[in-house]
């Protein structure tokens, strides 16, 4: 996350509230906005597993 009071967490690693407060509020415009609102759709839909694979690469490093 580029800014705010989660800089520096992976998008994907964003507490749900803060994903719920963007779907409320509006999302960022651009290249962020567009992945939170994805990261919103995956959480909301329960889709978090597909997000596995990425932390493990993550963690192999």
Avoid: C
């Amino acid at each position: 996350m580029p800014f705010g009071k989660h800089q520096g967490t992976m998008i994907a690693d964003l507490p749900a509230n803060y994903l719920h407060w963007f779907a409320r509020e509006g999302f960022p415009k651009g290249h962020v906005g567009q992945l939170l609102q994805l990261m919103f759709e995956i959480d909301h839909n329960g889709l978090n597993g597909l997000l596995e694979p990425l932390r493990r690469s993550r963690q192999a490093r």
